[in-house]
């Protein structure tokens, strides 16, 4: 398995402001997974992050809004820009040791973020 | 379109009461089917992976399986502190994990 960390593991944002969320692995992994858990929901995946190249945006989610970093392989970030009230979320990362021959995901603890 | 489907949304069980969770799916060439744990506040506490149908998988007091339809898991004389949701998801062609809204378990003493 993998050990993630996300900080912060929650915050409290006004209307129009941005917050970076930072995600750390334990080990080295190719793919990392940036997820949204919207309240009494279940998790939609945001993008994909592989390190050495361009984040995947899944739709209805778009860079400008959700930019995110990949800069080596034990670390991603994701910025919530621009927020509104409809962003209060858990924002969770995970990864997958596909690359070990496994295609099992392991999440983080996520961000609770609430946007007043 | 990708598809999964648990049933029910909530269980109510007494401790000692066995019941079973379904997670039906439709998912365009499925890798494997995830089982995870979620707890009030935390990110998903990953269960089991299972990869072809007839395939069994056994931790504590649950147990998954699967078919070329749908996943079961099952929970063998249950504890309060099985109490969670449990979250099924289905990995596609390209890694990506499709949830199911979830089934909340709650086991009373």
């Known amino acids: 398995s993998a050990v993630i960390s996300q900080k912060p593991s929650r915050d409290i944002c006004q209307r129009g402001t941005s917050l970076t969320i930072q995600c750390q692995v334990d080990s080295q992994v190719t793919m990392m997974f940036w997820y949204r858990q919207q309240p009494g929901q279940s998790l939609t995946l945001i993008a994909t992050a592989n390190q050495g190249s361009e984040a995947t945006y899944e739709s209805g989610f778009v860079i400008d809004k959700f930019p995110i970093s990949r800069p080596n392989l034990t670390f991603s970030t994701l910025t919530v820009s621009n927020m509104s009230p409809e962003d209060s979320s858990i924002y969770l990362c995970?990864?997958?040791?596909?690359?070990?021959?496994?295609?099992?995901?392991?999440f983080g603890p996520g961000t609770r973020l609430t946007v007043t | 379109e990708d598809q999964v489907t648990q049933s029910p949304e909530a269980l109510r069980l007494q401790e000692g009461e066995s019941s079973s969770l379904n997670c039906s799916y439709t998912?365009?060439?499925?890798?494997?089917l995830f089982w995870y744990r979620q707890d009030p506040g935390k990110g998903p506490e990953f269960l089991f992976t299972l990869y072809s149908a007839g395939e069994e998988k056994e931790k504590e007091r649950l147990k998954a399986t699967l078919t070329k339809k749908e996943s079961f898991l099952h929970i063998t004389a249950p504890k309060p502190e099985d109490s969670a949701t449990y979250l099924c998801a289905g990995i596609d062609s390209w890694g990506k994990l499709q949830f199911g809204a979830g089934t909340q378990v709650v086991v009373t003493p």
């Open positions: 995970s990864v997958t040791l596909g690359d070990r021959g496994s295609y099992e995901q392991y």
């Open positions: 998912v365009s060439g499925l890798r494997g």
